[in-house]
Structure formats: structure tokens, C-alpha cells
């Protein structure tokens, strides 16, 4: 089914072999329908710094460590550089604002797919931007058996969050695989720019406003428009392909 989509990522790598052992998922609007949260929240918790954050922001730089994000727009609209500790203040504002919207929910179908890839033998990672330790706790409440502690990447375990690789290279290692052995399924163009140059074989679901184009721009494998059309089809991709000469 997936055959020519893999066969491009096999030539385009200089792989010889597809056969995945784990499967990296983002968060926030891959395993959690909560980007409409975040995006309100963005908007309202930088109003009092000075910084016009729109709810189309967020969605732009969704993936993107929280410090780093606020460091760009604070260079982009008031041209002054800011410490970490300045950015991490704004973003424990921001922090704050998320923790009193309402929770949001598991992203329909994504049970569907951890299901199928458990199934399939493959390591099930979480590969996150975030640094809000509730929200990394609730991840292994909420998909219980599917998800452990031990393999969630956040922005506690990189020096350069999204669109950088790192995180998905620690992901990558904290499961013990190579990039021919592993599936990526992102949501944000910064989180599929960053998987890509880690050389993994990306999907990219899209559960936000943001048109397919800025997806495949950044080098999506697969793209999906939401999750239960994803989980319909995902074990086809669960299985070895050679390369073909």
C-alpha cells in the first residue's frame, strides 16, 4: 500500500531496509486534541509581556521547546535577545494560563493506532517539546500500557528542541533503534523538519488549520488529514521493505 512512499525514503536516506521497531509520536495535537488550548493560551499569556502571539503563531511554531519559541518572537517583535531564565518565567505564565483551560481530550483514533503498533512488537515513544511535568505524567495515566516513562523525550532531555533533530535522535536512542527502524507521526511542520533530518520515515497527520502543502514542504513521507483515516490504514505500515533496485 505504502510501498512507493517507502521506497522514496529508502533512495532518498541510502537505506537498504525499512523495518520499523518503534514509532515516535508528538503530543500535542497527535496524541491530545489540545492545540486550540495551547494556541488560546499562547495568545493570552504574552499580551502582558508586550508580544502579539496569534492563535496562527502557535500553530506556526508549535514543537518548538516553549523557551526557544518565546526567545524568537521576542527577537522578531522587539529585536532585544532575552536570557533563559527570562524566557522560561514567560513561558511558566504561559504555563499557568494552559493549566486553567479546559482538558483536552485524546485525539480521536490515536488509541486505534498504539493499539495496532503494540501489537506489531514496535516501541511506543513520546517525542515533546513540552516541559510541563504534569502534562508528562498524565501521558503515561492516559495511555497506560502503551505509554512509560523511560520512553518519553522532553524538553528536559535536549540542548535544541524542534525543528532541530536532537530530540528525535535521543528518541531514536532511548529506544535503542536506527532511523530505518522507526516511524515519526508529527502534526506540525517544525516537528516533521525535525524528524526528516533525523532520518526517519515521517507521517504527518493533520489535525490543525494548516493546509497539506506546509507539511509536505518540509518533507512528510505520508500525510494524513486526521487521525482515524491514519489508523485505518497504519499497519500496512508496520512490516519490513527492501529496498528496491
Known sequence: ???????????????????????????????????????????????????????????????????????????????RKISDEEAQEMYDAKSKVFGLRPVAGVMPGVHSVLEQAKSAGLKIVVVTGSGQRSLLHKLTVDFAGFVSSELIVSSFDVKHGKPDPEPYLVGLAKAGVEPWEAIVVENAPLGVRAAVAAHIFTVAVNTGPLDNSLLANEGANLIFNDMPSFAAQCNGLFKKYPVLQ
Open 1 to 79: 500500500m505504502f510501498r512507493d512512499n517507502i521506497q522514496d525514503y529508502l533512495k532518498a536516506n541510502s537505506f537498504d531496509l525499512f523495518a520499523p521497531k518503534a514509532i515516535l509520536f508528538d503530543m500535542d495535537g497527535v496524541l491530545y486534541d489540545s492545540m486550540p488550548n495551547h494556541a488560546e493560551s499562547w495568545h493570552e499569556s504574552m499580551k502582558p509581556f508586550g508580544i502579539a502571539m496569534t492563535k496562527a503563531d502557535a500553530y506556526r511554531y508549535e514543537g518548538m521547546r516553549g523557551v526557544e519559541t518565546i526567545k524568537k518572537m521576542m527577537w522578531e517583535q522587539k529585536g
